[in-house]
């Protein structure tokens, strides 16, 4: 489908355009104006150039290296979340039922997490993961295992990894099923005509035609997981120590804690570039599927 | 002819029936399916069951052992939040916002998803790749300049503030699943329309919309979800008169300790919208995730 040319289009979108613009470009430039300047309370401010960014990004300052540290620890945490959720979210869609009554039962109780308030979600695992209280904690303690994700590190972000499984899998399973639900019966009654394998039919068939939906899948996840902030500070506050304090945990204790706005605004800005650069990362890679797509469709 | 008919179902009844009984023979074979569902669905719920059951308890029965349900049923927890103002006026301010941002994100977004499917104009790639990225914007970096601005403007501590703070990521997200649904509809209705006379206006509301209706209630359904589960943004821009009711759960921590049976309740008078929203939708849910774009 080719589109016409009209620049009277740009009606439709001012709204829009006017409606983000108030709630993206002014509240960024209150971010700029701040970080590159510093204060001593009472509301004075001084210039100071590029010293924020400068600190920032030395790992060797003190700003610097938390910077870093919190960077790699949400880095990290996007990458095992990803590499967990989306095989899981491909399983769980292959395995829905095909018809009846099973099919709105199964949507339904599946997309329920996706819907429940964030810190919600915090507190219902801070409560089901407790040792004395919570079913989770307590039966892992029974089974012999030392378990306090309060108190060890190790522990707090397996909690928090089992919680985002629990969150977001859905989002992942629900997207995938949509992909194969739009595959036509004639592709696998040919491939069974082909006596070709079940993995076959998966590699061949199925997995190609979830590849758009996978692609949307996984920056929905990586960018909502690369900004995590409430259920984490819910369940661990960013503890113990600063074993789970995200960059967005980080950010807010910097900001709204400590009221260090000349280098919370820096980091705020960094931490948006690299959202910026990897968004456009996909969105290429996207619009490039989409032109291979309608290449072929013709 | 229905001689035949009857008569035809009646006799494979009759020889399935040898063959129905040689497979009831017990031959165990697992359903992997099955099997990778209920255990899925299983770890879903296992938390949640877990909130409703402590919500049903008393505090002394919470923090005195572990029981798998309610030895004695209580309802206590739940009429302190529905004869409690500061607890029920929660709920109203959060639906309050959600609602105002939905209509206000889908009116917005309409138009704008129009101009996207169908034209090409001067910077439509780069304007609807900034849109995307304000979907992505983490709502950290956000949280103090925003409140600096409606405090600004006079909405501090009111529904609006929260609604036009949400629809940063709700407009963009609304235009991108819209544009999805729009796209599906072949050019040819919109030339049809106009040559038989109808104004462009007219054509929108009277043939489009109603072309495009399950990808409005998708979008504002997802308008409604994500602002909904919002939090951060929404607890910066209130502080007392348009507190939302996932801001007004921390009030559970006081001098006397956790209040665990009314912290549960509330958790789950919350889940109780988004459950009867997705009911609502549960026809379009898998394609409204692909976001119209299957």
Same mark, same amino acid.
């Given at each position: 489908m080719t589109k016409t040319l009209n620049n009277k289009a740009w009606l439709f979108v001012l709204p829009v355009f006017g409606i983000v613009a108030f709630s993206a470009i002014l509240p960024l430039m209150t971010v700029v104006n701040y970080s590159v300047q510093d204060t001593f309370g009472n509301n004075q401010f001084f210039w100071n150039g590029v010293g924020w960014f400068q600190d920032l990004l030395d790992p060797s300052t003190q700003l610097g290296e938390r910077f870093f540290d919190a960077l790699w620890r949400t880095l990290l945490f996007s990458a095992i979340i990803l590499m967990i959720e989306v095989p899981l979210g491909i399983a769980v869609a292959l395995a829905m *039922?095909?018809? !009846?009554?099973g099919v709105a039962f199964c949507l339904v109780l599946m997309a @329920? =997490?996706? @819907? +429940?308030p964030w810190n919600v979600v915090g507190t219902i695992w801070q409560v089901f993961a407790r &040792? %004395? +209280? !919570?079913l989770l904690g307590w039966a892992v303690n029974r089974l012999g295992i030392d378990y306090n994700y309060t108190g060890d590190p190790l522990d707090a972000w397996v909690t928090i990894i089992i919680m985002d499984v629990w969150h977001w899998t859905s989002l992942v399973a629900l997207l995938c099923y949509a992909g194969l639900k739009s595959i036509p019966d004639a592709y696998f009654q040919a491939a069974r005509i082909d006596g070709a394998s079940r993995w076959a039919v998966f590699r061949t068939i199925q997995l190609p035609k979830m590849r758009r939906v996978l692609l949307i899948a996984v920056l929905l996840r990586f960018m909502d997981s690369f900004m995590i902030y409430t259920e984490p500070f819910v369940l661990t $506050? $960013? !503890? *113990? $120590?600063?074993? #789970? #304090?995200?960059l967005s945990i980080d950010l807010v204790k910097l900001a709204? !804690?400590?009221? %260090?706005l000349g280098k919370a605004a820096a980091m705020s800005l960094v931490y948006n570039l690299i959202i910026i650069a990897i968004c456009w990362v996909f969105y290429t890679i996207m619009t490039n599927a989409d032109a291979q797509r309608g290449r072929v469709q013709e | 002819m229905t001689g035949t008919v009857a008569i035809g179902p009646s006799e494979t009844k009759v020889s399935a029936a040898p063959l129905a009984a040689n497979k009831a023979v017990p031959r165990p074979r697992v359903n992997g399916r099955v099997v990778v569902m209920t255990l899925y669905l299983l770890f879903l719920m296992l938390p949640i069951y877990w909130l409703v059951n402590m919500s049903l308890k008393t505090n002394t029965e919470i923090t005195s052992g572990l029981t798998l349900w309610p030895q004695e049923i209580t309802f206590q927890n739940y009429v302190t939040i529905f004869t409690d103002a500061s607890w029920y006026s929660g709920y109203i301010n959060s639906l309050t916002y959600v609602l105002i941002n939905t209509v206000l994100s889908i009116s917005f977004a309409l138009p704008a998803a129009y101009a996207f499917s169908r034209y090409r104009f001067l910077g439509d790639k780069h304007l609807f790749f900034w849109l995307l990225t304000n979907r992505m914007a983490p709502a950290a970096v956000f949280a103090l300049p925003f409140f600096n601005l409606y405090s600004a403007i006079g909405l501090? %501590? #009111?529904p609006w503030a929260v609604a036009l703070a949400h629809c940063l990521f709700n407009v963009p997200l609304a235009v991108w699943i819209l544009e999805g649904f729009m796209s599906g509809v072949p050019r040819e209705i919109d030339e049809t329309a106009a040559i038989d006379g109808y104004s462009f206006p007219r054509f929108f509301i009277k043939i489009f919309m109603p072309l495009i209706a399950s990808g409005i209630g998708v979008a504002a359904f997802f308008c409604f979800m994500f602002s909904w589960v919002e939090l951060l943004l929404a607890r910066t821009l209130t &502080?007392?008169?348009?507190? =939302?009711i996932a801001a007004t759960m #921390?009030?559970?921590? &006081?001098a006397a300790g956790m209040d665990w049976g009314l912290l549960a309740a509330a958790g789950v008078l919350t889940i109780v919208p988004g459950a009867l929203v997705i009911w609502f939708v549960r026809n379009y849910i898998a394609k409204g995730f692909a976001l119209g774009r299957v």
């Open positions: *039922p095909r018809e !009846g009554w @329920l =997490p996706l @819907l +429940i &040792s %004395d +209280i !919570g $506050g $960013g !503890g *113990p $120590g600063n074993a #789970t #304090t995200f709204l !804690g400590q009221f %260090d | 501090f %501590d #009111t &502080s007392v008169n348009a507190k =939302p #921390t009030r559970t921590v &006081s």
